[in-house]
């Protein structure tokens, strides 16, 4: 089991960055897969970006090249560095942890806002 906290959320003109940090619980290091979701009101979850305990990483093609994941195993904490800022980015963000299993857990979420 872990807990997710997640920080870094908050208003930004577009164009803007924002780093969001996903602090865990516990030691990260064999925790399959790590990353973010995303949602809007009326939208399904989006998976934004992914990376795994291998460190390989996957982006859904509207951040490609705009959002970069990391993780720092010291740290136990995953971070989603956004650049370029679009008004459609605007959403609320979620970090999750995926155990085999399979297990899903999810913090509480931070709030995203992109202004044009």
């Known amino acids: 089991q872990v807990q997710l906290v997640e920080s870094g959320g908050g208003l930004v003109q577009a164009g803007g960055s924002l780093r969001l940090s996903c602090a865990a619980s516990?030691?990260?290091?064999?925790?399959?897969?790590m990353g973010w979701y995303r949602q809007t009101p009326g939208k399904q979850r989006e998976l934004v970006a992914t990376?795994?305990?291998?460190?390989?990483?996957a982006y859904v093609d509207s951040v490609k090249g705009r959002f970069t994941i990391s993780r720092d195993n010291a740290k136990n904490t995953v971070y989603l560095q956004m650049n370029s800022l679009k008004p459609e980015d605007t959403a609320v963000y979620y970090c999750?942890?995926?155990?085999?299993?399979?297990?899903?857990?999810w913090g509480q979420g931070t709030q995203v806002t992109v202004s044009s």
């Open positions: 990376i795994t305990s291998g460190r390989s990483t």
């Open positions: 999750y942890a995926f155990f085999s299993g399979p297990r899903y857990y």
């Open positions: 516990r030691s990260i290091f064999s925790i399959n897969a």
